[in-house]
């Protein structure tokens, strides 16, 4: 018998069953709200990103830490980007594992007990002790990002984390790294940090434990 495969996105039945289920609590308890309340809420912009934030957050709590990753699929860069400085590095890594078991923050001897260093010294450290790939790079980021605040902030806390292995020349000459943190409730990847800014404790590169 061939093996069903689950969907990798939620599927226009779901959300059908989504509706009906908040269509049904609806309709129970409508003597309870007044038309005009209703209808002022109705109208109010953040409505439906605070629905969603509920189904969000019930979907992360199930979901687990477990990150998959296909390596077969060249990550999307941003436009202003010009060269990937470790193109030889960018599909290795493996294809599923678990952030709580494989996965460890890593901090640069200046970055401990309240100290700071800049970029460009991590970057060196990284490379000179050949480190950079055990390093997680922008394909591990974009699926950890769909994985959503509750997983985020459970594993990584409030720091600002980083993948050193996707360090990237940008057209405008500066040498960039993707990083993720949680910013008005989502998990944000961002890339405008450069070697030259100072990192703290709170600004961890990402690694594999077992390396």
């Known amino acids: 018998m061939a093996k069903t495969m689950t969907p990798s996105v939620m599927t226009d039945g779901q959300i059908e069953r989504a ?51 296909d390596r077969s699929v060249r990550p999307t860069y941003p436009y202003w980007m010009d060269k990937v400085i470790h193109l030889e590095l960018e599909n290795t890594g493996p294809s599923k594992y678990d952030l709580v078991r494989n996965v460890l923050l890593w901090l640069h001897d200046d970055q401990k007990k309240g100290g700071r ?21 922008l394909q591990d980021a974009l699926a950890i990002q769909k994985l959503g605040v509750a997983v985020f902030q459970k594993v990584f806390g409030n720091n600002v984390v980083y993948f050193w292995k996707s360090v990237v020349w940008s057209r405008g ?39």
């Open 19 to 69: 509706i009906e289920i908040f269509r049904a609590q609806l309709r129970k308890h409508q003597n309870e709200l007044p038309s005009e309340a209703v209808q002022i809420v109705l109208g109010q912009s953040k409505l439906g990103h605070e629905l969603l934030a509920v189904l969000r957050k019930r979907v992360e709590a199930v979901r687990g830490t477990i990150v998959t990753v």
């Open 117 to 137: 260093t800049t970029g460009q010294t991590i970057y060196d450290y990284l490379k000179k002790h050949d480190m950079l790939k055990s390093c997680l790079g």
């Open 173 to 211: 000459e500066e040498l960039n790294i993707p990083h993720l943190y949680v910013r008005d409730g989502e998990v944000v990847l961002d890339w405008f940090m450069h070697l030259r800014y100072y990192f703290d404790s709170h600004h961890p590169a990402v690694r594999f434990a077992s390396s």
